[in-house]
C-alpha cells in the first residue's frame, strides 16, 4: 500500500464521532455552552482519532484557532467530529468540527472549529515517530 493511500485509510478508519446533548450543567450564564467545556470535549475526541490514527501514547502540544462561529444553546445536541489532517515525524495535527442540531428537528451545522497537534512519545516521554 503506498504511504498515501496508508494515510487515508488510517485517516478514515481514525474518524472520531461523538454526540453530546447541552445540558443545563454544561452551560454558562448565557444558558449557552460553556467554551472551556466545548474546548474539553474538543482535545478528548482529537486525543481519541489521534491516538486511534497511530496507536501510540500522545501528549496535546498546541490548539491552533479555535472558531466559535455561535453560541450553542441549551436543549440542543453537537456532534463532534475529529479527522487527522496532518502527519509529521513525530507530530500530527486533527481538526475537530463541533455542529450543532435542534433535538426536534432533522439537520445540523458547524457552530465551533479547531486545530490539535499532538506529539508521539515513547516510555522515557521523549518524541518518537508517529508511524513505524
Known amino acids: 500500500m ?3 493511500a496508508e494515510f487515508l485509510n488510517r ?3 481514525s474518524e472520531t464521532r461523538i454526540v453530546k446533548a447541552i445540558f443545563p450543567n454544561t452551560t454558562n450564564h448565557h444558558n449557552t455552552l460553556f467554551g472551556g467545556q466545548a474546548l474539553s470535549w474538543m482535545d478528548e475526541a482529537a ?7 497511530c496507536r501510540k ?4 502540544v498546541s490548539t491552533d484557532r479555535i472558531d466559535f462561529k455561535e453560541p450553542i ?6 456532534e463532534l467530529v475529529a479527522r487527522v489532517t496532518q502527519v509529521g515525524r513525530t507530530s500530527l495535527t486533527v481538526r475537530v468540527d463541533i455542529c450543532i442540531e435542534s433535538m426536534y428537528a432533522d439537520g ?3 457552530a465551533i472549529n479547531g486545530e490539535f ?10 518524541p518518537t515517530p508517529v508511524l513505524d
Open 57 to 60: 501514547p500522545l501528549v496535546t
Open 73 to 78: 444553546p441549551a436543549g440542543t445536541f453537537v
Open 47 to 53: 486525543f481519541i482519532s489521534a491516538t486511534r490514527f
Open 117 to 126: 497537534k499532538f506529539v508521539a512519545i515513547d516510555e522515557n516521554r521523549r
Open 2 to 4: 503506498s504511504h498515501n
Open 108 to 110: 445540523q451545522h458547524q
Open 11 to 13: 485517516q478514515q478508519e
